[in-house]
């Protein structure tokens, strides 16, 4: 079946460390898509990619770093940078180019800090 | 600025009521797209409608239903008969077409109890 796959599901880091959350999607989509989700809130953007080899930053991109050197992948690193990671994180993907289509989900990554 | 407004944060209903959930929007664009997504406590988004601003046409599908209205900017969202497992937060988002990448907005959420 076509769709999203993160990973991993939960995580827990200590303060000062990397983590890199995985996104994975056979959907054949061109944009794909990070965003942070805190309790009781909406979506916020991280950052977004239109394309292989390009990306732009989001809404809150500060504490946060991506790659998209595949089309089918868009890795998310949390870094020591991040003053307030713990949060769910979703990626998507979307059709129509990126223009028009809607956007598909995973099933999220949520990560304490400890 | 594109923005979205769900004014309503939680709703409660007991089964098998009616509920209507409110979205609002603000865009300056003459082409885009509304959407409506579900959050069931696993967290997943799932995608349950889009509509483009030239398709006034309400949409049922079966107890959902979608009433879009852009003289008022609003398109609400209708539950019929609601049920638990309609339990979710819905959030109501705005994609202007002339704009890439950051062009998907979404209002900050409507959290739904549907009680037994």
């Not at chain 1, 995580?11 to 061109?30: A, M, P, Y």
């Not at chain 1, 930053?57 to 990671?85: M, W």
């Not at chain 2, 398709?55 to 008022?72: A, L, M, P, V």
């Amino acid at each position: 079946d076509g769709g999203i796959t993160q990973s991993p599901k939960y995580l827990f880091r200590k303060e000062g460390q990397n983590v890199t959350l995985s996104c994975e999607q056979n959907l054949n989509h061109d944009a794909m898509y990070w965003y942070r989700q805190d309790p009781g809130q909406g979506l916020r953007l991280i950052y977004y990619s239109q394309i292989v080899n390009d990306f732009q930053k989001g809404d809150i991109a500060e504490g946060y770093s991506v790659s998209r050197e595949k089309k089918e992948s868009f890795p998310l690193t949390v870094t020591s940078a991040q003053k307030n990671p713990t949060a769910f994180y979703l990626c998507a993907s979307r059709s129509g180019q990126g223009r028009d289509g809607e956007l598909f989900f995973g099933e999220g990554s949520r990560l304490t800090v400890l | 600025a594109q923005k979205v407004t769900q004014a309503q944060t939680e709703i409660s209903v007991v089964e098998k009521e009616d509920v209507t959930l409110d979205c609002v929007y603000e865009t300056r664009d003459t082409t885009y797209y509304l959407f409506w997504y579900k959050q069931p406590p696993s967290g997943e988004l799932v995608f349950l409608i889009r509509r483009n601003s030239f398709d006034e046409q309400n949409e049922i599908s079966g107890r959902y239903s979608w009433n879009f209205q852009k003289s008022t900017s609003s398109f609400n969202f209708t539950i019929t008969a609601s049920q638990v497992v309609d339990s979710a937060v819905y959030f109501c988002a705005l994609s202007e077409a002339g704009n890439y990448g950051q062009n998907f907005v979404f209002g900050p959420g409507t959290r739904l109890s549907v009680l037994p």
